[in-house]
């Protein structure tokens, strides 16, 4: 058995993931696969890729690009979810921002610098025209870390993914203000080079197993059920979100990285672009 590990969110987008593995899917194909949950999102998952603590990545276009530009030695393998990732804006419920122009200079809570949360604020800024240089950022780590800074006033407003939030905003805890869509589909499975070179037959068979799960994931008899019982969620919210979300079986197309880095490169967020060869292998 070829052991692999694969760290990503713990969110409803990576549950065929789990399906495969309780159907012991991978095992029949000889790989012996751990998964591992990574609440702080991709910011941390880049560290662990560099540091040698997983072999794959599920992980956000825009995180994992900017990373690799700057030195992490990992490459693109395929896209995860072509969809974009509808990013809610949320501040506490009690707050005095109601609209966008309210948070123009208010202090963002990110789960850790180069995260998703982090950059999807430049994005955000940019799409409204603000100077993203006024930025300011509160570090959280995770989204219970969120909820304690906006309630304290330690910040102001949190971007993460709409419909896992929405359970803190049914509470009454969060209240959404607007939404950002992902100009770019929103997941990516990354691999390090290292294995790449080692087990490159192993990953395009774990990439085979995975893919032979999320073309049919939507078709899976209660779905909607499942998840919503699994992350807490409201049914009729889980199948808007299915509605919503495409999952891929293709490699990352050229001119789609380009215009994530031509993006990212705007912004100031990366200082130079790398070439389709230096962060995308196909398998």
Known sequence: MKKITVAGVPEHFNHPWHIALEKG?????????????????????????????????????????????????????????????????????????????????????ISREGSGSQLMAYVNAANEGWTTENLKFRIVHTIDGAVEALTNGD????????????????KGIFRRIADCPTPWPCFVIAVRDEVLASDRDTVSNMLSVINSVTATFKEIPGIDAILADKFHQKKDDIQTWLGMTKWSQSGLAEDMLNKVQNQLLELSLIDKKGTFAEMVKTL
């Open 25 to 109: 899917l991978f095992a029949k194909e000889g790989i012996e696969l751990s998964w591992i949950d990574v609440p702080e999102g991709t910011g941390k998952m880049c560290q662990m890729l560099r540091n040698g603590e997983t072999d794959i990545a599920v992980i956000l276009t825009e995180g994992i690009v900017k990373d690799i530009t700057q030195g992490n030695p990992s490459k693109i393998v395929q896209e995860y979810v072509a969809s974009p990732l509808v990013w809610g804006i949320h501040v506490a419920a009690e707050s005095p921002f109601h609209k966008m122009e309210d948070i123009e200079y208010a202090t963002a809570a």
């Open 155 to 170: 910040a102001d407003y949190f971007m993460w993914e709409r419909f896992m939030t929405k359970p803190l905003v049914d």
